[in-house]
């Protein structure tokens, strides 16, 4: 799937399937490529991942058919320019609680070139010359803007936040979530569910993707898209692989008679 296929798909509310991806192996892209996903997800908000290898990352699943979409480490502008420049085809931007800061990303992701004074007239709604408007019109295609919305301030803005132009996707980050919402890792609690299908059918009713990273059972991805989400991150390298290790290992100690654990220990979560 190219770029620009992805961003409509949001838009009109076709699912769309991804995963995170923060191994920089140079073989985790040829493993991927026939696994049935439509991008991927890279975390630089919790993972230490150099510059170089990001680029060299994003280069090859954007060549792949895979376009990277790559969560900054804060709602910053700056270093939404900085993956861009070295290939992300998307911005995730996480802990996102006012339209001001979605302002400022439209800015950096939807607008470039343009910077300074002239930046800030755009922004305002001043009218810019027919050329440069087309320019940037076309450009604005090929690349995403999504916020995570992982606390009851970002709900609470949530309508103004999806009023800002050019915005593609809200995603849930649910372990924030819950922990914003003083239910720590609680995903059947009925808050953390009211509050995913707020967040669900308010960005669906306003044509912009809405989306969840999630790790759990397939019976909990199919229950939130079903209530209304289009954009699924399931799971990661990480927690794939621990899990399926676990499994795996008790799986061999039992035939084997030996003592072994279900291999359901909590995952880790990014």
């Known amino acids: 799937m190219q770029v620009k296929e992805l961003r409509q798909s949001l838009h009109d509310g076709t699912t769309v399937f991804g995963t995170l991806i923060v191994s920089t192996s140079p073989r985790w892209p040829d493993v991927l490529r026939n696994s049935g996903l439509d991008f991927v997800f890279i975390d630089t908000e919790h993972i230490a991942i150099d510059r170089a290898e990001l680029s060299w990352m994003c280069q090859t ?24 420049d070295g290939g992300a085809q998307g911005v995730i931007a996480p802990y996102v609680e006012s339209m001001d800061q979605v302002r400022e990303l439209r800015g950096a992701v939807k607008l470039r070139p343009i910077k300074g004074q002239k930046l800030q007239q755009m922004l305002s709604g001043e009218e810019v010359e027919p050329n440069l408007e087309s320019y940037i019109h076309a450009g604005a295609q090929e690349r995403l803007l999504i916020v995570n919305i992982e606390s009851p301030a970002g709900i609470e803005a949530l309508d103004d936040i999806l009023a800002v132009p050019d915005l593609d ?22 808050d953390f569910l009211a509050a995913c299908e707020t967040i669900f059918s308010k960005a669906r009713a306003a044509g912009i993707g809405a989306g969840i990273h999630f790790w759990g059972s397939t019976e909990q991805h199919a229950r939130f898209l079903e209530k209304g989400a289009n954009l699924l991150i399931q799971s990661g390298d990480i927690s794939l692989f621990q899990k399926h290790l676990r499994l795996e290992l008790a799986a061999v100690k039992k035939a084997a008679g030996l003592d072994a654990d279900d291999g359901s220990t909590a995952q880790v979560q990014i």
């Not at 699943?61 to 480490?73: C, E, N, Q, T, W």
């Not at 996707?169 to 009925?190: F, K, M, N, R, W």
């Open 61 to 84: 699943y954007s060549a792949l058919g895979l376009p990277p979409l790559v969560r900054i480490p804060s709602p910053d502008p700056y270093l939404a320019t900085m993956v861009l």
């Open 169 to 190: 996707a809200v995603l849930i980050g649910p372990h924030d979530l819950t922990c914003s919402l003083g239910i720590p890792e609680q995903y059947e609690h009925p």
